[in-house]
Every structure is written in C-alpha cells, then in structure tokens.
C-alpha cells in the first residue's frame, strides 16, 4: 500500500474555474495511479463566498468529472480553533509577534527567516531558491481573530497527513512561506509540484475574457466530462508519445509528476472542440443513438417510420456538439427544413441555378439503383469541364439548406431519390419565382 496522499483543496467561490479543476484532475490521476489517496478539502473560510450554494457546484464539478474521493470531505472552517491555538503556540516560542497593521488592531505575524536561502525542490519546477531577505514577515491571524490562509492550508496538510501538494504555480511564493511553517510545528515538509500557468494565445494567463472558464461553462455549452477532463489533462503534462486521446485507464497507467511540464499551457479552444467531437465519435454506437434520437425529438422532429441507422453512423463522426445534432440534419426528417442564408446567398443565387437543378433532377430520375455510385456518376457527366463542384455545392444546399454535412453522395443516397428530385425541383422553382421564399435573401 502506498502511503501517499493528495488533496483537492479548493476554496468555493460559486464557480469552478478549470485552472483549479485542472489540480484536482493532476492529483487525482497521482493518486489513483501510485495507489495513494485522495482527498477533498473545502477552503472555505470566506464565509460570504462559501456559501452553501458554492460548495454545492463544487461538488457537482467533481462529481460530472467523475472525480471521486478517499475519505469524506474536511471543511477547513470547522478547524478555527486548531488553526489559533498553534498561532498561540507560535507566539508562547517566539515565533510570531502581535503588530496593530493600519490601526484596524493586533495581528499574529509569522517570523521569516532573516538571513541565508529559502530552497526546495519541485517536482515540476526543479530546484526553487530565494534570498531570505527578499521574503517578509507575514500575518497569519487577522485583527479580527480569523487564521489567515497560509496557516490554515498548512496545519490542515498536516492533519489529513498530505505527503504531495500539486497545485497552480501562482502558489510557488507562497511555498517558500509554508515551508517555514511546516518547520515551525516540526511536521515533515511535503513534495510540492506546481503546475504550469494556463495561458491564451497572447501568452498571458487565461482568464474569463478569453472564453469560457469555468466548468459549468462547459458543461452548459455541451462539452462532455470525459472530453473536457482529457483536455485539461493535457495542459501541463503528456504521456510521452503522441497520443491525445486517452482513456481514463490510460491515463490512470501513464500519469507521473515526471512528465509535468513546466513552460506554460496554451489554452485552444479549438482543440477541446475537436476533443469533444472525438469523444462524441467514440461513443458507443447505442449511446449515441439514444443522445440523436431524444435531441432530434425534443426539437420537434418526426423519426417515427425514418430508417436511421445510416443517418445516425453519418452524423456521429461529424458530430462536435450533442446540442447541434437538430440543427444539422433536420432535412433527413422535414421538407421545411431551414436554409442557411449564406449558403443560399453562395450557392443558390446564380441565374443558371435553376436550370441547373432541373437538369440534375432528370438525370437523377433516371436512375436505377439510386446510390452513391450512381448519383457520383451523374453528377461527373452533368458537370464535364467546369468541375464537379459547380454541381456538387448547389445540389447539397438545395437537398438539405447546408452548406456542410455528410459526404454529398452518401446524403443523397440516405434520402432517396424521390426526395432529392422534389426537393431540386421545388427550389428550382422557388429560386425563379420572384415572390418565392428565397427573394427575401441576400
Ligand atoms: N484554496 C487554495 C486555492 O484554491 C488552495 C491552494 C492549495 O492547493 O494549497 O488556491
């Protein structure tokens, strides 16, 4: 059994920014990976922002990312009196001072040390060194009674015997200041790791400004847990070869401090788009059904009598968002499905795109079997000189509003050809007609 052991120790704040979450994820994969244990604390000693409400979503963050915990959660706010009576003890050996800082009455100050070097190895930073003169004495109990976060954080690893601190690197200079606590009660000081700053494609920390930044975000904006947990894992540590998709086990088996990495992390949306779509591709198939089906009925689509098993394998690899599935393939179950404006204003406005249509539509209807062979035949021969495209981006808008999709063929052969022939036809006609329903566009 490994004697290790981690912790979460978030400090609720109604929101759980993905920098934090980040740490949970890296110390649970720590831990679940050397047989450790790991736990939950709840810093929630700001009593107006730790309210109920807060560590509830907290809870819920941690529980949709499927991170679960060793031991029942520790409130740090239930352990004040602990937290004062070793600021006493500081005070009883000399350690710490009382000081009235700006009138406001007396404060318990922690005693640094004045001469020499603060060092300590970090598992992620490497060897970490400060002048003793450059760090400052510092409160540890406020004018009005309350323990002031460095201790608390401190005294609360000691008691939940916390042999690794992984955290955010905005705390690198607060660890030269809990070392000396540590060594002040004569409790062994932990291996810190301290993961690398999140930043933008500016390079400067990634903040609300620069997208979503919370979970809750990303759980309303369709991100799935799995996507979202392998994504932050990769900000800040890789497996080492060059896979980006992984599986919980995987990662479980691959994760070490050895392969943190140290400069900072660039955050790309783009990237945990495309993650989220890989995710969404390999869900099992069943899975995914059940998700198309009930998103394509909520929106008011008919699939009762719709054979969909291969609509549903098209859409499941171009698949980024569950929340976009009515939206992009309403034309499969409805004859009044939208048209995309700008497609329209592309594809369809042409003086010769009507005839074109038509003509596609008679050599369509001549077809037998109508598939994907076939119509890709047709539309070769219809096309000649000028290029398949001419006719593939005009037929694709017209049969379904869109300008992307499946493969062109593959959709045309999923709806039929008595569909595709009404449909180029009536917009065909519905393009010449000047009060039809295309002259209001563009
Ligand atoms: N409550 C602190 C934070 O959320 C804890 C830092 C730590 O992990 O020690 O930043």
Known sequence: MSAIRVRFAPSPTGNVHIGNIRAAIFNWLFARHTGGKFLLRVEDTDRERSTPEAIQTLLDAMKW?????????????????????VAEDF?????????????????????????????YHDLVKGDMKKKAED???FVIVRADGSPVFHLANVIDDIDQGITHVIRGDDHVENTFKHIELFKAIGAPVPQYAHLPMIVNNMGKPYSKRDGAAFVGEFREQGYLPDALFNFLLLLGWAPGDDREVLTREEMIELFTLEKCKSSPARF??????????????NTPEEE???????????????????DLKGIVAQMQVRTKFYRDIPGNCSYFFTETYPFDPKGVAKRLKGEDVPALLEKVAAAFEALEPFDQATTNEAVKQLAGESGMGSVIHPVRVAVSGLTEGPGLFEMLELLGKEKVCRRLRTVAAGLKDPAGPFAALP
């Open 65 to 85: 990312l499927k991170l679960d915990y060793d031991e029942p959660e520790v409130y740090q706010s239930h352990n004040t009196q602990r937290h004062l009576a």
């Open 268 to 281: 790309d949306m783009k990237k945990l788009q495309w993650m989220n779509g890989e995710y969404i591709r």
């Open 91 to 119: 005070l009883r050996r000399g350690l710490a001072y009382k000081e009235d800082k700006g009138g406001k009455g007396e404060c318990v100050i922690f005693r640094m040390p004045k001469q020499g070097r603060l060092t």
């Open 135 to 137: 760090t400052q004495d």
């Open 288 to 306: 995914y059904e059940r998700e198309f089906v009930s998103r394509v009925k909520a929106a008011g689509l008919p699939v009762e009598g719709v």
